[in-house]
């Protein structure tokens, strides 16, 4: 009998082990989980249709988003950086554990479902996919976006947080993050972007913003809108059967950041010296200082309706300075040209980031590495930069969907050779002439000419990567300074789109690694970034929807 016995249990215990190895082997890897959630669908399907399949999905998974309280942000431009914003306050403030969830990412899609703060783990992604992946991907008409939105909120629950921020990732109305009931909503600036999904005009694009809101749910906003969409808003908010409060950014901030605060320059470069005392305010920008305003408001009405405890102003203002929010206004002092990344990618992000770098940087030269997604509107983007910087390198991150250089090189030739392009008016002279023998020493970058113009003359080439782009700036320097009697010390600005300030942050991670902190972003693409080059299927890889 005992020999019975033992024998039945070695023979238990042998099946254990050889369920286990089973398992093991067909268990999936980091980057099996992320071919499979980042396979495309095989055409674009109607977003109300996959809407209703996300919320049917959701039942499926047990209602997650039912088991936490949520702040749901919408926007055009800005609704990342609040939500940065609000995820610092609620976790160093108001001592939450606290989900964020975001879109694009720069280097890894663990960046965009993050718990207090940290990125899910590699472990954390594969086992969400291997549960829940069949049931998910059995749906073949989904998007990237709303499978990651699935995920997102299935790791929330089983890390029992009691608070979520989700970003919107496309218009509001039919988006994924809206299938949950949120307990105050903000939305920020509307401008013009995704306007072949979204609709042609401002009022249009504001109503698929609006459509985040519910009834009874708060709703708040900023006065700096047009006014058609701040219509909209309220139209809306009267539908719904719900209060939009419309904040009220004071005029004079409305157009330059706080006064400059003493920071010692001994460490760092006079223009990095002149960021930090800047950045000693929080995020950069004035267009920050609304998104700072908005965050700011949701939380104390969650506060006046007693949801969360009282918060000292003092900390609240420490947990803004301390928001960390990657590729936006983001600076390194690398030697002998610092490096600015934004993430700009539609021309309300450009003017915006034109006015924070004639807010910051007065007196500088400015090399604009520029490269965007072909879909954007290139060439009203450029018109923003054009008369505010001293030299154009027009490059491409290396995306599938990104514009050929050449073919930006063209657009802005077309379009700049009429004066109304830079001036508004046809009595300012222009031509493009080629730059020959005076740029002998920049052997990475092809077709140089410059765009002279009766007050200045503007420097513009092109080159196949951001990474050439950026080595070459050196370069670049020392040509402005044969030319510019001012002196002025030189900035890189690298922008574009969310592709090429990623491309931007990767170079300085490669080259410039002390620039960046140990646990950077740009440390996290160690399978991404082989599979970006690989995998057809990841061509999309940091694309939030079809348009971004």
Known sequence: RRVHRGTFELSRMYGQLVFAAKRLLRSLTYTDALQQIFRPPPEIINPEINFALVKRLLHQMGNPQDSYRVIHIAGTNGKGSTSAIVDSIMRNVM????????????????????????????????????RWGPLISSETTLAVFDKLTLLALRHFADEGLKWVVLEVGLGGRWDATNTISATVSGITHISMDHMNILGDTIELIAGEK?????????????????????????????????????????????????????????????????????????????????????????????????????????????????????????????HPVPLLVDCAHNPGASLVLVQS?????????????????????????????????????????????????????QMLANEIADAQFVSGTKNENFSFQPLGDRVKGLKGLSAPVSAVFTSQTVFVFETARVEDAILMTPEIASLLNRFDITNN????????????????????????????????????????????????????????????
């Open 489 to 548: 010390p030189s900035l890189t600005v690298c922008t574009g789109s969310v592709f090429t300030a990623a491309a931007g942050r990767e170079v300085v991670a490669r080259f410039f690694p002390e620039a960046l902190a140990p646990n950077d972003w740009a440390h996290l693409t160690h399978d991404e970034a082989s599979l970006l080059q690989s995998s057809p299927s990841m061509s999309s890889f940091r694309m939030s929807d079809q348009a971004r």
């Open 95 to 130: 001592k939450q554990s606290t989900g964020l969830f975001t879109s694009p990412h720069l280097h890894s899609a663990r960046e965009r479902i993050r718990v207090n703060g940290d990125p899910i783990s590699c472990d954390d992604f594969v086992k969400l996919v291997e």
């Open 357 to 409: 770098l004639k807010a910051v940087f007065s007196q500088c030269n400015i090399i604009l590495v520029y490269g965007s997604s072909a879909d954007k509107d290139i060439a009203q983007s450029l018109r923003m930069f054009v008369r505010s910087v001293r030299a154009i390198v027009l490059t491409s991150s290396g995306n599938s969907r990104a514009a050929n250089p050449s073919a930006m090189m």
């Open 210 to 334: 609006a459509g985040i809101m519910k009834r009874a749910v708060p709703v708040l906003t900023v006065n700096h809108q047009h006014p058609s969409a701040l219509h909209v808003f309220q139209k809306q908010a009267q539908q719904v059967g719900t209060e939009l409060t419309v904040l009220d950014l004071p005029q004079f901030i409305q157009g330059k950041d706080p006064p400059p605060t003493q920071v010692s320059s001994s460490k760092h470069s006079p223009l990095f010296s002149c960021y930090l005392k800047f950045r000693a305010h929080g995020l950069v920008g004035p267009h920050q200082q609304a998104n700072v305003l908005l965050a700011r408001a949701m939380v104390q009405n969650l506060v006046s309706r007693r949801l969360l405890p009282s918060g000292c102003g003092s900390a609240i203002q420490n947990a803004i300075q301390n928001t960390s929010w990657p590729g936006r206004f983001e600076m390194f002092d690398i």
